[in-house]
């Protein structure tokens, strides 16, 4: 653990038995983790990097790479990754390949225009908050269950490759229309502050609550028998 220190260089040659690396809030502006074959957490938050390569660490479990200036990172092949924080930085895109155990992802504030994830069979929480994203879409998805994609420029979302959803903030986007049909598991939606005419919660039946303030909603349709216990419309 060196963290909180002025560390301008971090040199890891030959540490095959080196497990987890906390070295955030330094000054940190390249790293190297090919030396350390058996690495499993890498905590690298607060530091000067423009572009952060992992994909030499393929037991890499945990990565915390926020607040980091980052433009580019690569974590592709990092097969055993399972939660990802890289949000408060410059990314525009992020190219998720061969990461299938990934269940925990958060990107918030950066500047991704379009996200497309598929084929992430495990991921459970995705946060992309805070972006430029003006399309999202979510394909074979299955174990998703909390989504949270607001303050973007979204119109549409594709939500169509999920099936657990329990939690979805859209709030502050400009959607027009919100398909739920099939969320049979989605027990609190947040839309406030879009631009929806219409909505429909009729296929919900474990919704408890809903935010959907500041819309231009003239049709309102939910579940004659259902679960719903709160309705924020005004």
């Known amino acids: 653990d060196v963290s909180r220190n002025h560390l301008s260089q971090l040199v890891l040659d030959n540490c095959p038995r080196l497990v987890a690396i906390n070295c955030y809030r330094n000054r940190l502006t390249d790293m190297s983790v090919e030396g350390t074959p058996m690495l499993k957490m890498l905590n690298c938050t607060g530091n000067l990097f423009v572009t ?29 990754l399972h939660t990802l924080y890289c949000g408060y930085n410059h990314l525009t895109s992020l190219t998720l390949v061969g990461v299938d155990a990934l269940k925990h992802l958060n990107i918030d ?28 879409a979510l394909v074979n998805c299955t174990a998703l269950m909390d989504l949270i994609c607001s303050d973007n420029d979204l119109t549409t979302i594709d939500l169509d490759g999920t099936r657990k959803l329990s939690y979805v903030d859209c709030s502050y986007n400009d959607l027009t229309t919100l398909d739920l049909s099939n969320q049979l598991m989605l027990e609190r939606l947040i839309c406030n502050n879009n631009q929806l005419m219409t909505l429909d919660v009729s296929q919900c039946p474990n919704l408890m609550y809903v935010d959907c303030r500041y819309n231009q909603i003239s049709d309102f349709r939910a579940m004659g028998d259902t679960n719903l216990r709160m309705v924020a419309n005004q």
Do not use: R
């Open 109 to 136: 504030n950066n500047n991704i225009e379009k996200l497309y994830i598929q084929d992430l069979a495990s991921l459970a929480t995705l946060s992309c908050s805070e972006n430029n994203m003006t399309q999202l």
């Open 52 to 80: 952060l390569n992992v994909s030499g660490a393929p037991m890499l479990e945990t990565l915390y790479a926020q607040n980091c200036h980052l433009e580019v990172l690569d974590v592709d092949s990092c097969i055993n």
